[in-house]
């Protein structure tokens, strides 16, 4: 299946500052890449998605970026808050149609 | 928004029995359906891919004999554990995709996920 490689898989940061997560993904057919956010025992939920004709949406605090040609997207949140404190995943739908999914990113905002 | 479905939320087997969990996709007409197990602290990861009405495409190392994947139709998937090893214990969750959704057909959306204790 396809790749998808995602780092850190653990960030602290303090609350107001700035987190960004980045993911590399391998299939260059590609064409869609959302972010969820999960807790323990509970389903994804999505956050944010960018699809391969878009290089960057945002909504509120938060924004995703791609680029196509070195296949790796990013999100990004800015002013982070407590309630930010979670696991974070990228995921890429392949040219197959399937969906898989990064390795994870523990989030953790300081107070 | 659309919403998907899996039961049970929570069972717990013998082991040597099989366990059966069921997807339904509730106001949507799913077009393919992906099944997940997730272990604790790790990723998500793909079981199956299944498309109504064909088999079910398994990644690389999963038994499709040992999790029998069915898509009778096109809101409902079921995921069976048969003879089911104390190994097996995990959370299970499914996604469908809403192939007729805006812009793309690439709206997904996940069920409550399963755990599944094997004793």
């Known amino acids: 299946g396809e790749n998808v490689e995602q780092h850190p898989s653990t960030l602290s940061v303090q609350e107001g500052d700035s987190a960004v997560i980045k993911c590399t993904y391998s299939?260059?057919?590609?064409?869609?890449f959302p972010w969820y956010k999960q807790e323990l025992g509970k389903r994804p939920q999505l956050i944010i998605d960018?699809?391969?004709?878009?290089g960057e949406k945002k909504d509120q605090r938060i924004a995703v970026t791609l680029n196509k040609t070195a296949k790796h997207f990013s999100l990004h949140i800015t002013e982070t808050q407590p309630e930010d404190s979670a696991v974070y995943f990228c995921?890429?739908?392949?040219?197959?149609?399937?969906?898989?999914f990064g390795t994870g990113t523990r989030l953790t905002v300081i107070p | 928004g659309a919403v998907v479905s899996q039961h049970p939320s929570r069972v717990i087997c013998k082991s040597g029995t099989s366990v059966k969990i069921e997807c339904r996709s509730l106001?949507?007409?799913?077009?393919?359906m992906f099944w997940y197990r997730q272990f604790p602290k790790q990723s998500l990861m793909l079981m199956a891919t299944s498309n109504e009405g064909s088999k079910a495409t398994y990644e690389q190392g999963v038994e499709k004999d040992k999790f029998l994947i069915n898509h009778a139709s096109l809101t409902l998937s079921t995921l069976t554990v048969t003879s089911a090893h104390p190994e097996d214990s995990s959370f299970y969750i499914c996604s469908a995709r809403d192939g007729m959704s805006h812009p793309s057909g690439n709206t997904i959306y996940f069920g409550e996920g399963s755990w599944l204790t094997v004793v």
């Open positions: 106001d949507f007409q799913a077009t393919t």
């Open positions: 299939d260059s057919a590609s064409n869609y």
């Open positions: 960018i699809r391969s004709n878009v």
């Open positions: 995921a890429v739908i392949t040219g197959a149609n399937n969906l898989f």
